[in-house]
């Protein structure tokens, strides 16, 4: 019985260890921008030349998040399928319509070295 309290109280102390996580809070965060904002030099994955956003999958994960937030979520997956390019080093993502219909899709292109959007719109 000893024994079984024991590892009892073991494995909830490691358990409960494992939950917690450490936050370097905002001061850091506000470091780090400040840091990065800067002219200095750093150690950075994004370089402007490496390929961040490197498939498709990746590329409509990062737009569906904006454009939902623009156009809302059932507007945009409307019309589906997507086309998506990668051309040079940008993604262009534009919506489809069924034939004969009226109306406009989204367009978003992306700089899959950085994450930047060049551009987002919809017609009408």
């Known amino acids: 019985m000893k024994y079984l309290f024991l590892s009892i109280l073991i494995f909830s102390l490691s358990s409960c260890s494992q939950n917690k996580r450490l936050f370097l ?4 965060a506000q ?3 400040k840091i990065a904002l800067s002219k200095e030099p750093q150690h950075n ?14 590329a409509i994960k990062i737009a569906e998040t904006v454009l939902f937030e623009i156009y809302g979520k059932q507007n945009i997956e409307k019309q589906k399928p997507y086309e998506t390019y990668l ?10 319509l069924p034939q004969k219909y009226k109306g406009g899709t989204f367009l978003i292109i992306i700089d899959s070295r950085n994450s930047k959007i060049l551009k987002i719109t919809h017609g009408k």
Do not use: A, F, Q, R
């Open 87 to 96: 051309i040079d080093t940008y993604w262009i993502i534009s919506g489809t």
């Open 25 to 28: 809070g905002k001061e850091y």
């Open 45 to 58: 994955v994004v370089n402007g030349e490496t390929l961040i956003i490197k498939d498709s999958i990746s």
């Open 31 to 33: 470091e780090e921008l």
